[in-house]
């Protein structure tokens, strides 16, 4: 599982059928650390146009912005809505916060 | 899924029967603003795409099997999508690309 | 898949039952215009490709599934070879 941020959505009217009706977000991938420290230090910048990304399947109506859980590969269609559907990332959380415990703290 | 563009497509006579009388698209990955990422791949038709479409591809396999409807077969990635529209959060418009 | 070159084969006596009579080739992986990308890798073949040839291959678990239900110890599979690209280039 992955942490990442969503920042976009995309659409696309000819598709699978199966997607017929899943909201697909654009997330970037975030470490556990950026998350941490975007809870003190408020949300991270926009990322670049560089920067790595998936398309993922939304399954737990994630918004803008906001820090989710996301499984990637055959996982992501063992998420409630997407069984048996063409995807290879999913959203099945949204994170309310990490804390990482560190030896030297 | 990834975001691509179709640049091209290939012709292949020796190949898996389960890959016979679907398009092999050649695929440039794109990054969020638009320019190119990585190598192009090749991913089977799924939704009739052409050169210069915008695509979503799929690149698990069995997601991809299931979408040109061939199962059990040699297929890592499709294209299952069309994209009509891109919209990034931190941004007004629209990108383009 | 990808797009690569056979650039040689290996031979291996002494390999995996399942391997038996599947022929290994080492494989340059390469862009629509024919340059070399990346790594070389190894990869079964499963359409009778051979040296120079382009050809196109299959990565991860469904490059086992040109010998389905056999199951293979294989990571990527030659499943076709390249007649021609089609890309135009500006």
């Known amino acids: 599982m992955l942490l990442a941020k969503v920042v976009g959505t995309v659409v696309a009217t000819r598709k699978d059928s199966r997607l017929e009706g899943k909201k697909l977000l654009i997330v970037t991938p975030l470490t556990p650390e950026q998350v941490e420290s975007a809870s003190s230090a408020g949300a991270p910048g926009p990322p670049s146009g560089k920067a790595n990304y998936l398309v993922a399947v939304d399954t737990v109506d994630a918004g803008f912005r906001e820090t989710v859980l996301i499984v990637q590969g055959s996982s992501a269609r063992m998420a409630t809505t997407c069984k048996d559907c063409p995807v290879d990332a999913s959203i099945v959380g949204v994170v309310d916060s990490v804390t990482i415990e560190s030896e030297d703290r | ?97 | 898949m990808l797009l690569a070159r056979v650039i040689g084969n290996v031979v291996s006596t002494v390999k995996n039952d399942t391997l038996t009579g599947k022929k290994i080739l080492v494989l340059q992986p390469i862009d629509s215009a024919g340059k070399d990308r990346g790594e070389k890798l190894l990869a079964l073949d499963s359409v009778g490709a051979g040296a120079a040839e382009t050809v196109y291959y299959c990565r991860g678990r469904e490059a086992g599934f040109p010998w389905y239900p056999d199951d293979v110890p294989v990571d990527a599979t030659i499943v076709g070879i390249v007649d021609h690209v089609n890309v135009s280039r500006q």
């Open chain 2, 1 to 97: 899924m990834l975001i691509g563009r179709i640049v091209g497509d290939l012709v292949a006579t020796q190949k898996a029967p389960s890959h016979e009388g679907r398009k092999i698209l050649v695929v440039q990955p794109l990054n969020l603003d638009g320019s190119n990422r990585g190598d192009e791949v090749l991913a089977l038709d799924a939704v009739d795409a052409g050169v210069g479409d915008r695509v979503l591809v799929v690149t698990e396999g069995w997601g991809a099997m299931t979408a040109v409807g061939r199962q059990n077969a040699p297929i890592d990635m499709a294209v299952v999508g069309v994209i009509d529209s891109v919209a990034l959060a931190d941004q007004h418009s629209e990108h383009a690309p």
